[in-house]
């Protein structure tokens, strides 16, 4: 179905993959309606199948005034490096190195971001959102279930997985992606085994 939207969630689209993976297997190109700035314009994220239809999505780009903006992994990139210069970046921002690249053909450089930025709790380090995972609580009955998974996950001996299962809360990944989370709370859910979720946001405003 053709959607458009506003930059800000075109932007967030783009995070709320789980990796460059996710995000080149969903979306291919990135097309925008007019000529206005891309802070106020809306878009059109095409994904790969609608590339097979040149004819569906020239149609629709006539009909709405769309034109080209980026390749998907460009966009995303742009996005990435300014994120990586400028952690607490707003959209402004995130539109300002946008039409800089579109127009140089470059990545906008941001004053002292040579300067290493150290991880902020809460603020994920890439463009997508990273999670830390928990084992918090564990039922007398579930020890030694729980033990088996926590030594799957952490490639530690069953004696130490279950020192740490009494010993809680116990972390079992750091700044992971959603894909890498999920798995991790998959093999937890099986076993009716609960964990607890920290989430480091794309963005400030989220």
């Not at 709320?16 to 097309?31: E, F, G, K, N, T």
């Not at 006539?62 to 990586?84: H, I, M, N, P």
């Not at 700044?175 to 989430?199: A, K």
Request: aromatic share 10%; net charge negative; proline share 4%.
């Amino acid at each position: 179905m053709f959607k458009l939207n506003s930059f800000r969630e075109t932007v967030e689209a783009f995070a709320a993959c789980s990796d460059d993976q996710a995000l080149w297997r969903r979306y291919a190109w990135v097309y925008v309606q007019g000529d206005t700035a891309l802070l106020d314009s809306r878009f059109y994220l095409g994904s790969n199948l609608d590339e097979d239809d040149e004819r569906r999505v020239s149609d629709f780009g006539a009909r709405y005034g769309l034109s080209s903006c980026l390749e998907a992994a460009t966009f995303a990139d742009v996005l990435s490096v300014q994120k990586r210069q400028q952690p607490h970046s707003s959209l402004e921002d995130y539109a300002s190195a946008l039409e800089h690249y579109v127009e140089q053909d470059a990545f906008m450089e941001v004053p002292g971001a040579d300067n290493p930025k150290a991880a902020e709790p809460g603020l994920a380090r890439e463009l997508y959102a990273e999670y830390d995972l928990f084992l918090a609580e564990c039922a007398p009955d579930q020890l030694s279930v729980a033990a088996r998974e926590v030594s799957a996950v952490l490639g530690i001996n069953i004696a130490s997985a279950l020192q740490g299962c009494r010993a809680l809360p116990l972390c079992l990944g750091t700044r992971m992606t959603g894909d890498q989370c999920r798995q991790i709370e998959g093999r937890f859910s099986e076993r009716s085994i609960p964990l607890q979720r920290v989430v480091h946001r794309s963005f400030p405003w989220q």
